[in-house]
T-cell receptor, first 113, second 111 residues
């Protein structure tokens, strides 16, 4: 299993600013994933982050808006840039269990005002 | 990319079995069926997964049809704490596969 810690757990931000969300895993993992969950909706995959290479973004998500870092095998950050109220969502980090299930953090609840 | 179909919502009486169906008619031979749930304001929680045989663990049972085009998650004795959104997902079982979520089924367990 893997234990994932996300910081911050929640934040209220002004429009036009940026927020960096941190994801720490208690074991080394090859792949980390970032999701967005808009109010009342399911989870949508933003990107896959591999250590040592650029993140791979899903359709509709771009690096300029959601830059991702993956400096080592236990840590990643997602930045939500130039925020607008439409970015108000829960952002979740996930890791691959290495062959079985995926594990998820508790999420970062972002409100943009 | 979601390749599953689930009912939007279901009700279940406390103490009774909750049977949550899922259609995955385009599942390929190397894809597994996974179930997760998300209790309000929490991250998704893994429940169970299977390839073609029925599976059971301490949380639930998974029944997969012989043609693998559909499955049913069974919570044998639902409690109020089982109220959540349940997601049926198909994906590969080795490292590196993305977990793509559909809309899920919102299960309400009522006293």
């Amino acid at each position: 299993s893997a234990v994932i810690s996300q910081k911050p757990s929640r934040d209220i931000c002004q429009r036009g600013t940026s927020l960096t969300i941190q994801c720490q895993v208690d074991s080394q993992v090859t792949m980390m994933f970032w999701y967005r969950q808009q109010p009342g909706q399911s989870l949508t995959l933003i990107a896959t982050a591999n250590q040592g290479s650029e993140a791979t973004y899903e359709s509709g998500f771009v690096i300029d808006k959601f830059p991702i870092s993956r400096p080592n095998l236990t840590f990643s950050t997602l930045t939500v840039s130039n925020m607008s109220p439409e970015d108000s969502s829960i952002y979740l980090c996930s890791v691959d269990g290495g062959g079985t299930e995926a594990f998820f953090g508790q999420g970062t609840r972002l409100t943009v005002v | 990319d979601a390749k599953t179909t689930q009912p939007t919502s279901m009700d279940c009486a406390e103490g009774r079995a909750a049977n949550l169906p899922c259609n995955h008619s385009t599942i390929s031979g190397n894809e597994y069926v996974y179930w997760y749930r998300q209790i309000h304001s929490q991250g998704p929680q893994y429940i169970i997964h299977g390839l073609k045989n029925n599976e059971t663990n301490e949380m639930a049972s998974l029944i997969i049809t012989e043609d693998r085009k559909s499955s049913t998650l069974i919570l044998p004795h639902a409690t109020l704490r089982d109220t959540a959104v349940y997601y049926c997902i198909v994906r590969g079982n080795t490292g590196g596969f993305k977990t793509i979520f559909g809309a899920g089924t919102r299960l309400f367990v009522k006293a």
